[in-house]
Nanobody, 122 residues
Framework: QVQLVESGGGLVQAGGSLRLSCAASGRTFNSYAMGWFRQAPGKEREFVATISRGGSAVYVDSVKGRFTISRDNAKNTLYLQMNSLTPEDTAVYYC????????????????WGQGTQVTVSS
């Protein structure tokens, strides 16, 4: 069992930055690939970024060059550094853990956090 708790969301102006954190319980964090997803009002949840157990990262095209996913296995923590934010980035952001490898396919993620709200004003 893995419990995930996101933090770091908030209100920021367009062009600003935020860093999201996802703290994982348990001693098996480094056994999981991790991902960030987001869901805007009235829209389906979408993939943002994923990082493998070894640290390889993949991003959705809309955030490439602006967002950076990273993990600190010693701290059992996943991060998402978000720069050059736009109003289109407004959403609830979720972290998730996948046992069988990094993927953009959300059903492959076994554990999910409760989400943290990110609001970008224009």
């Amino acid at each position: 069992q893995v419990q995930l708790v996101e933090s770091g969301g908030g209100l920021v102006q367009a062009g600003g930055s935020l860093r999201l954190s996802c703290a994982a319980s348990g001693r098996t964090f480094n056994s999981y690939a991790m991902g960030w997803f987001r869901q805007a009002p009235g829209k389906e949840r979408e993939f943002v970024a994923t990082i493998s157990r070894g640290g390889s990262a993949v991003y959705v095209d809309s955030v490439k060059g602006r967002f950076t996913i990273s993990r600190d296995n010693a701290k059992n923590t996943l991060y998402l550094q978000m720069n050059s934010l736009t109003p289109e980035d407004t959403a609830v952001y979720y972290c998730a853990a996948a046992r069988y490898g990094s993927t953009s396919y959300s059903p492959s993620y076994e554990y999910w956090g409760q989400g943290t709200q990110v609001t970008v004003s224009s």
